[in-house]
């Protein structure tokens, strides 16, 4: 009983010790602009970011919403003629068309049959 | 323990203005808790510097974030805990290259006062630095920041039996350890 009383009042001595210390170490004089500083930059880098990712959705919708508009009017024109971008088309089934066996005739064949495809396609 | 309450209460309102204003307020934060984060994390981490640096990297992530204390019942367990997190991460990095204690490291502040007291002062720090760190930060949240084994126990995530029991294997070495100076500051 003694030995439990004198070890509780040690203990809280210890303790009362130990609270009179509580005050000895504090924070260095740079650390508070230190922290203000860096908050305030890593807001900014968050703002930034939130604004770039906002200005990257505005013109993806932007984007999007242009080529639908463009798109309309030819969908609503109806059959079109073939355009000059065709003509790749027209080559590769001339190659294919052309009897000869010979390569340089082949392409002449073919250069031929493309100019009569496209004299044929200027005439409609 | 009224105090501890009162204390609480104050660091939730500057907590609830930081979540409305955002970094504005966080200096008030600062002032009114910073000295108590750094004489935490300086028990886990053992240097001045890298407490510092793991009380700025919490404050930081707060500014940035006040979303995370929107459903925290307690703020300042909430921030002692975060401080707790970053002190444990940068002590373990520090370890690697050193493990020596080093009290000249410490900023302090004595008032004049207070001069003869220094040194009871320093052997506290010193003892508390010998003490493993999970039974200093016992201390440290029992003693000076006059916490329950309950709330100790919620912030260190141990039960609050073992929060009191590694309270009394730290009591017992700080008392071996500090005899001497008890005896002086008793003279």
């Not at chain 2, 019942?73 to 444990?88: D, K, T």
């Not at chain 2, 929060?163 to 002086?184: G, P």
Request: proline share 3%.
């Amino acid at each position: 009983m003694t030995e439990s009383l004198g070890s509780t009042f040690e203990h809280e001595s210890i303790e009362a010790l130990i609270r009179s210390a509580k005050n000895y170490v504090r924070a260095s004089d740079d650390l508070r602009p230190r922290v203000l500083e860096t908050a305030r930059v890593r807001r900014r880098e968050f703002q930034f970011k939130w604004r770039l990712g906002l200005a990257a959705v505005m013109l993806s919708s932007c984007g999007w919403l242009m080529a639908s508009v463009l798109r309309q009017p030819a969908i609503e024109s109806g059959p079109t003629f073939p355009t000059v971008t065709s003509a790749g088309q027209l080559v590769v089934g001339a190659e294919v068309a052309a009897p000869s066996t010979d390569a340089s005739w082949q392409i002449v064949e073919s250069f031929t049959q493309l100019r009569v495809k496209q004299a044929r396609l200027l005439r409609l | 323990m009224g105090l501890a309450i009162a204390f609480s209460q104050r660091v939730r309102e500057c907590t609830d203005r930081l979540t409305a204003v955002g970094v504005g307020a966080l200096g008030a934060l600062f002032d009114l808790t910073s000295q108590r984060l750094v004489r935490f994390a300086v028990t886990l981490t053992r240097r001045q510097h890298d407490a510092e640096d793991a009380v700025q990297t919490a404050l930081v992530r707060l500014a940035s974030e006040p979303q995370l204390l929107r459903n925290v019942q307690c703020p300042w367990a909430y921030l002692l805990r975060m401080v707790r997190n970053e002190a444990l991460v940068i002590g373990r990095r520090s370890q690697r290259c050193s493990t020596s204690v080093n009290l000249a490291d410490l900023v302090t502040r004595c008032r004049v006062d207070e001069a003869e007291r220094e040194e009871s002062y320093r052997a506290v720090y010193s003892a508390l630095q010998t003490l493993p760190p999970e039974q200093a930060e016992v201390v440290v949240l029992k003693i000076w920041e006059e916490l329950t084994f309950a709330q100790i126990g919620e912030i260190l995530e141990i039960s609050p039996n073992t929060a009191a029991s590694r309270y009394q294997y730290a009591m017992t070495k700080l008392a071996a350890r500090l005899s001497s100076v008890r005896e002086v500051t008793c003279d």
